[in-house]
């Protein structure tokens, strides 16, 4: 090669088909298509064959209201603060009944001032790190369901 100019233009050449070369991963298909356009066509076929069988749109979110039935819900909530102090509790097998009555017993308490980490409802409960833990559970779900009006009101 005497001329330098064909030369440099045929390593251009060269160096141009070598890069589309490359950029052209997609092996074709028996049809002459390559298999990047087959999943494209395949892909939006199949979202419109969707959208045709399912024009409806998911119903928005609402909020529900809360449950009624106060005593379900500060049981559900006292139930898992109790679960929450694992081996801790001493009253694993309380019943429904008894959270219930001690749950009113600690809003009577926190109503008539007594101060939060001295409720007891419990009898018999010892202080662990200055509080009584299972009448703190109670109380603290009693506050959430029986006398909300105290919430953040304790002493």
Do not use: W
């Not at 070598?18 to 074709?28: Q, R």
């Not at 749109?57 to 819900?73: F, G, H, I, K, Y």
Request: glycine content about 6%.
């Amino acid at each position: 090669m005497k001329n330098p100019t064909k030369a440099v233009a045929l390593a251009a050449a060269l160096l141009l088909a070598m890069t589309l070369s490359a950029c052209g991963d997609d092996a074709p298909s028996s049809s002459g298509e390559s298999t990047s356009t087959q999943s494209r066509t395949q892909s939006s076929t199949a979202e419109s064959e969707a959208e045709s069988e399912s024009p409806e749109r998911p119903e928005p979110l609402v909020a529900q209201s809360p449950p009624s039935d106060t005593d379900a819900q500060f049981l559900a909530e006292a139930r898992d603060r109790l679960a929450g102090l694992g081996s801790a509790t001493t009253i694993p097998d309380a019943s429904d009944e008894q959270l219930i009555a001690a749950g009113h017993e600690a809003c009577d308490a926190l109503i008539s001032q007594q101060p939060f980490n001295d409720v007891s409802v419990i009898e018999g409960e010892e202080r662990v790190q200055g509080s009584f833990l299972d009448s703190a559970a109670i109380a603290s779900a009693g506050i959430l369901y029986f006398c909300p009006e105290i919430n953040g009101k304790t002493l």
